[in-house]
């Protein structure tokens, strides 16, 4: 069986580059164009990791993080263009177990 990303951005290309790439490295990708996409997709499937955009709409990184947190304990990989220090820390603490800035 294959590792299962979900890749969570609201940009297209985005989701479609990691998608290029993850599954040429041998990994099965789920794509979700926003937070809630994601929780409604994390009810029905597993996976071993969750790379996920901050800045969304309907429900944003942050909050889907905090909400994934309170039932899962899959390795959440925050991926935003906002690279201040105090998002990488509020992306930590509010679960994320790395953070990763824009343009990567």
Do not use: H, W
């Amino acid at each position: 069986m294959k590792n299962k990303i979900l890749v969570v951005d609201d940009d297209n290309e985005i989701r479609n580059l990691l998608e290029i790439c993850l599954s040429n490295e041998g990994f099965s990708v789920v794509k979700a164009c926003d937070g809630q996409d994601a929780l409604d997709i994390l009810e029905k499937e597993e996976f071993q990791l969750i790379i996920l955009d901050v800045m969304m709409p309907k429900l944003n990184g942050i909050e889907a993080c905090s909400k994934i947190r309170r039932n899962l304990n899959i390795p959440i990989l925050m991926l935003s263009a906002k690279s201040e220090d105090m998002d990488k820390i509020q992306g930590i603490m509010t679960g994320a177990d790395d953070y990763i800035t824009k343009p990567f």
